[in-house]
C-alpha cells in the first residue's frame, strides 16, 4: 500500500468535512420538505365516537344511525325524505317504523317526532308532564321534530303566532331561522323553533324554551341530521 502524503491527507479530511456538511444540508431540506403541516388553531382531531355532547345543562347522544332504517321506513310511506336525527336528548327516541307519522283528514300526512325528555339537574326549558295519575314530579324536556309538504293548510310550525328570533346554522347547506312561538296554541307552544325548507317539504326542530342551552342543542343537533331518502332501505 502506498505511503499517504501529508497533502493528500489534507484533501482526503476536506472532502470528507464537505460531504458531512452536504448530508447536514440535505437532510435539514428534507426535514423541512417532509414536515407535517400544522393543525389550524382550534381544530380538534377525533379519535373515537364520543358517546354524547353537553349543551349547556343538557346532555345530547349519539344515536349511532340507529334510527336511520326506521326514518327510511316512514319517508317511503310518506313518500318525501325526512332529516333523521343522531344526535338527541338522553332518553328522546324514535320507538319504530310507524312511530311518527300522523294524518287527519284536512292535510296531507306528516311526521311528527313528540317526546318528553327527562331534564338533567339545572335544565332551564324544563316542565312538568301529565301523566294518568296526576303530574310528574320528575322535570322533563319537550322536543319536537316535524316534516310536512309546504301547502296553504300545513305548516311544519305547529305555532298560531310564530315570531322571528334570528338566523340559524345552515342545515345542508339550506338556511335555517329560529323562531318563538308564544301564547299556549300548538304543539310548539312556549318553543323555541328552527325551521327550514327543502324542496317543497318544511321542517322544524324545537326544544321549549327559548334559553342559550336550546340554541346550543338545537344547532349540535342540526349538525348531526341525515337526510333520509323514500326506497334508501
Known amino acids: 500500500m502506498l505511503p499517504v502524503s501529508s497533502r493528500q491527507t489534507r484533501a482526503l479530511r476536506v472532502i470528507a468535512a464537505s460531504t458531512l456538511v452536504l448530508a447536514l444540508v440535505l437532510g435539514w431540506r428534507l426535514v423541512s420538505i417532509y414536515h407535517p403541516a400544522p393543525l389550524p388553531p382550534g381544530r380538534t382531531i377525533v379519535t373515537g365516537s364520543p358517546p354524547g355532547l353537553h349543551a349547556g345543562h343538557l346532555y345530547l347522544t349519539f344515536q349511532h344511525g340507529g334510527f336511520f332504517k326506521s326514518c327510511g321506513a316512514m319517508a317511503t310511506k ?3 325524505p325526512l332529516y333523521c336525527p343522531d344526535l338527541l336528548p338522553t332518553d ?3 320507538s319504530g317504523a310507524g312511530c311518527c307519522i300522523f ?3 284536512n292535510v296531507a300526512p306528516l311526521f311528527v317526532l313528540d317526546s318528553h325528555f327527562t331534564a338533567t339537574e339545572g335544565y332551564p326549558g324544563a316542565e312538568q308532564v301529565p301523566i294518568a295519575l296526576g303530574t310528574s314530579k320528575i322535570p322533563h324536556g319537550h322536543l319536537l321534530l ?3 309538504r309546504r301547502t296553504a293548510q ?3 310550525l305547529s305555532c298560531a303566532s310564530p315570531q322571528p328570533a334570528g338566523n340559524g346554522p345552515d342545515v345542508h347547506n339550506l338556511p335555517s331561522f329560529f323562531q318563538l312561538c308564544p301564547g299556549e296554541l300548538g304543539g310548539n307552544a312556549h ?4 325551521t327550514w325548507e327543502d324542496q317543497g317539504i318544511d321542517y322544524s ?3 321549549h324554551g327559548d334559553t342559550k342551552d336550546n340554541r346550543l342543542a ?3 343537533m342540526t349538525l348531526n341530521l341525515y337526510l333520509i331518502f323514500p326506497d334508501t332501505f
Open 154 to 156: 300545513s305548516s311544519a
Open 205 to 207: 326542530i324545537s326544544l
Open 218 to 220: 338545537l344547532e349540535l
Open 78 to 80: 310518506l313518500d318525501f
Open 103 to 105: 294524518s287527519n283528514p
Open 146 to 148: 316535524i316534516a310536512a
Open 92 to 94: 328522546a327516541t324514535i
Open 191 to 194: 318553543h323555541l323553533i328552527l
